[in-house]
């Protein structure tokens, strides 16, 4: 069974420092795009960042860049995304998911064109 599993959420004061890891079971990534996704309250699920499957071209939204990054470890097989400066509007739901249409040279940002999908990790950032 294929599984993305995300860790490294949860409540932090706005302007600090969060590091989401997520470590798929099941299969290698190694190839695939990797992304993550959000969705707050009462919201659509949104883009926040991706990687391709090289990990040589990224793509951010445009409220996250400069405060976020994405990268991949693929001896581990891992996606991590570290959050600096951590606003309240950041606080969601963050989703991992892997996009085997991405592959390893796209980056994709629409969430339809995401295979797997983790669980989500909750992250609070208070005011």
């Known amino acids: 069974q294929v599984q993305l599993v995300e860790s490294g959420g949860g409540l932090v004061q706005a302007g600090g420092s969060l590091r989401l890891s997520c470590r798929p079971s099941?299969?290698?990534?190694?190839?695939?795009?990797m992304g993550w996704f959000r969705q707050a309250p009462g919201k659509d699920r949104e883009f926040v960042a991706a990687i391709n499957g090289n990990g040589d071209d990224i793509y951010y939204h445009d409220s996250v860049k400069g405060r976020f990054a994405i990268s991949r470890g693929d001896a581990e097989n891992t996606v991590a995304l570290e959050m600096n400066k951590l606003e309240p509007e950041d606080t969601a739901v963050y989703y991992c998911?892997?996009?085997?249409?991405?592959?390893?040279?796209?980056?994709?940002?629409?969430?339809?064109?995401?295979?797997?999908w983790g669980q989500g990790t909750q992250v609070t950032v208070s005011s």
């Open positions: 099941g299969r290698t990534f190694s190839r695939y795009c």
């Open positions: 998911a892997a996009s085997t249409i991405g592959g390893e040279t796209m980056v994709v940002v629409l969430a339809h064109m995401y295979d797997y």
